[in-house]
């Protein structure tokens, strides 16, 4: 029991002193930092990256969707280059014929899809029409031999 005590007397326990307690801390600190910062970064980075492969994707049917239904188109009718009614083959919602519209208004692309190709083909109701996106412009025009139209009724 003496030895022990004279142990703890004599000051053979070592200890951290206060300076490396702070220095270690402070080192801990700054890994802690670094990694915080740069996991955040990754992290705005690959929502960035979601955001921008969402609006690709948001685009690409838009495209395929429109490509289907000229390829299966029956009649056109393109109004000011702003308007496009079609009756096709190509429909989303519904299958068989449809009677279809890309109507461009007020900065945003609306959609009206009819299941009948029955009445006038740039008839649409106002409260069915489905808004596709926000776009700056939205042309369509059809070509042919003499050019290129912007008011236009048939097959191009």
Do not use: C
């Not at 188109?73 to 014929?97: D, M």
């Not at 009445?119 to 042309?139: A, C, H, N, P, Q």
């Amino acid at each position: 029991m003496e030895n022990l005590q004279s142990q703890k007397a004599g000051g053979t326990f070592k200890a951290f002193t206060l300076v490396e307690v702070l220095i270690v801390l402070s080192i801990i600190s700054l890994i802690f930092t670094l990694l915080l910062t740069s996991l955040t970064r990754v992290v705005g980075v690959s929502l960035n990256a979601v955001k921008t492969s969402e609006k690709l994707k948001e685009e690409m049917l838009l495209f395929w969707e429109l490509k289907r239904s000229f390829t299966g188109a029956r009649e056109i009718l393109i109004k000011e280059g702003r308007e496009v009614y079609l009756i096709t083959s190509g429909g989303n919602r519904y299958k068989g014929i449809v009677k279809k519209a890309y109507i461009f208004k007020d900065n945003y692309l609306y959609l009206y899809e009819f299941p009948y190709p029955i009445g006038s083909i740039d008839f649409y109701e106002e409260d069915k029409l489905v808004k596709i996106g926000k776009t700056t412009s939205f042309r369509v025009y059809a070509l042919d031999s003499q050019g290129k139209h912007e008011n236009f009724k048939g097959i191009p």
